[in-house]
């Protein structure tokens, strides 16, 4: 069975995984990017949840354990930070992994 690329209609070979030879268009976005994506979108909740006051969140109503929240309460802007940075981090790994393999076909 022949895959052709969505770009330009080129007939693609067996063992393309990312890029079309011909048009170098991305056919599959990598897994990380998607994760990344996540981890940004996270990091969007978290904001809301730092504007809106990380101590009217429920944490120190005996559900998670007190020494846990008030530590998570204090160090809040680092969550944010953190799940904004390791989103960030896995996107552009992704990114540079597209790049990579298209200087491969492109050298090829």
Known sequence: MSFRCPECYAELPEDTLWVCPV??????TPGAAKVGVVFMVLGLV??????YGPDQLGLSNGFVPTDLARMTIANFPLLV????????????????KIRGEQARVASA
């Open 46 to 51: 978290l904001l809301g949840a730092f504007v």
């Open 23 to 28: 048009c170098r268009y991305t056919l599959r």
């Open 81 to 96: 930070f953190g799940a904004f940075a390791l989103g960030a981090l896995l996107v552009v790994a992704a990114a540079l």
